[in-house]
């Protein structure tokens, strides 16, 4: 007969051969090293503005405002260029920007003014003169309030559309698909913000008459 002793030892000399066995049988265990882990996540350049107007509590219209600019000009994806964007966005509305450095707030300006000379850009696409550029820029400080909302490259084909109906009045102004298709617009998208702006059509002719007179005094 076999004590209880030598069979619980038989026992466990046994679980521990399985044991050996069934461990020669696993696949080993990968090393990693530092260079071969997992990246770490890269946040896109609009996460980085989501987060910023979540961060100040901004509102949804200056994510639009730089969404609108994002789409005319491509800046690197850091987290410094996305608060300059920001700040854009803030200058073009006319809102304080005390939470950005002196440093994006000129950044901004910079960028802006970039954005601004492309009225100037599309003039001479148009093939206008010194004069008729002249007024397209005054035309567009002369609607801003009304379009300040949309997209430059619209603001911009608005403000020479209002200018061509004065200077081509007698032609008929400027062709619209022409227009459309040299500020690189939808022309469905630009002839309705034509239609949004036409109850202030009295206001901005007006407008446009008493700056020539007040020119005209001054000399």
Same mark, same amino acid.
């Given at each position: ?20 066995q ?12 530092e260079?071969? !882990? ?22 949804? !219209? ?13 800046l ?31 950044f901004? !300006? ?19 003169d ?11 400080k ?41 500020s ?11 239609n ?9 002719? !007006? ?13």
């Amino acid at each position: 007969m076999f004590s209880p002793y030598l069979l619980n030892k038989e026992q466990q000399m046994f679980d521990v051969q399985q044991q050996k066995q069934l461990m020669s049988k696993r696949p080993p265990v990968p090393k990693f090293e530092e260079r071969s !882990q997992t990246p770490p996540k890269h946040h896109s350049i609009f996460d980085q503005i989501t987060h910023l107007i979540v961060k100040y509590n901004l509102n949804a !219209q200056i994510e639009k405002q730089c969404v609108a600019i994002m789409r005319i000009i491509q800046l690197p994806n850091t987290n410094f260029h996305a608060q300059v964007i920001v700040c854009c966005a803030m200058q073009q509305l006319n809102l304080e920007q005390q939470m950005f450095s002196q440093k994006i707030q000129q950044f901004a !300006q910079h960028i802006n003014y970039r954005l601004n000379n492309m009225l100037t850009q599309l003039c001479e696409k148009l093939h206008m003169d010194k004069k008729q550029k002249m007024l397209c820029q005054l035309m567009h400080k002369i609607i801003y309030k009304y379009v300040n909302k949309l997209s430059k490259p619209l603001q911009h084909a608005l403000a020479i559309k209002i200018a061509c109906d004065i200077i081509y009045y007698h032609q008929g102004g400027i062709n619209l698909n022409q227009l459309a298709q040299t500020s690189q617009v939808k022309i469905d998208q630009l002839q309705s913000c034509l239609n949004r702006i036409k109850p202030f059509a009295h206001t901005i002719i !007006q407008n446009y008459i008493n700056y020539c007179k007040q020119q005209k005094e001054s000399q």
